[in-house]
């Protein structure tokens, strides 16, 4: 059983996500709280194995209570969910410690993946958001201008790519991104084709160039 704590400041948002994660007979939302500040105040008495965070909220955002989450309780996983995919937003809740960020339009059925790819160690990025996570806020202006070669993959095939770079295999792609492993063999096809690459190994080591010129 997943033992999963709900930290958003509207109550409706809570009680929608807490009937639908309820209907898992694996997973159990064990407590609720409206801001980061209340969820400090119960998550020792209430031990979750999840916290499904907000980012913008009264009293405490989201963001400082995932740091202070990872540095006294780092066995209690965050996974935010929020309507915001600013990259200071992504960026920072990553860096502090969150192992998974999501947008709150994600169907039922990928949060609950998510939630089980996290409580199982897994580190997960909604679509398009890899490119955000990656990019530290300080990086000067002209670095993150998209290279030619990059700007006629669409933004799941950057997705991809960068996984490949960091040598992801298709089923453990297929997990972080939330597809099926036949439909990044398509993307990993795609990506070859368009970039004029013999093949994944050739992919890894041109992305990771790539990639490396851009942090």
């Given amino acids: 059983m997943i033992r999963i704590l709900l930290v958003d400041d509207q109550h409706l948002i809570r009680q929608g996500l807490k009937s639908m994660l309820e209907s898992n007979d694996q997973m159990q939302v064990i407590g609720e709280a409206e801001n ?19 980012i913008r909220m009264p009293v405490m955002d989201g963001v400082a209570t995932t740091k202070a989450i990872a540095q006294q309780y780092p066995e209690i996983k965050v996974l935010v969910l929020t309507t915001f ?15 998974g960020y999501l947008l709150k339009d994600t169907e039922p059925d990928e949060l609950m ?10 580190t997960l990025l909604g679509p398009g958001l890899f490119e955000k996570a990656l990019t530290p806020l300080t990086a000067p202006v002209q ?14 095939e950057l997705d991809v790519l960068r996984l490949i770079a960091c040598g992801a295999n ?11 492993e ?13 970039l004029s690459l013999r093949d994944r190994t050739q992919a890894a080591l041109f992305a990771h160039s790539l990639f490396s010129g851009l942090k």
Avoid at 85 to 99: I, N
């Fill in 143 to 156: 670095s993150l201008q998209t290279p030619p070669e990059l700007a006629q993959l669409t933004a799941r």
């Fill in 170 to 180: 298709n089923r453990e792609i297929a997990e972080s991104l939330f597809l099926s």
């Fill in 36 to 54: 980061g500040q209340r969820a400090l105040d119960i998550i020792a008495a209430l031990k979750p194995d999840i916290v499904l965070m907000d």
């Fill in 85 to 99: 995919d600013d990259d200071e937003y992504v960026f920072q809740a990553m860096r502090l410690g969150a192992k």
């Fill in 182 to 194: 036949n439909t990044v063999k398509n993307y990993v096809t795609n990506i070859l084709s368009r």
């Fill in 113 to 122: 993946l998510a939630i089980r790819s996290v409580y199982k160690g897994q």
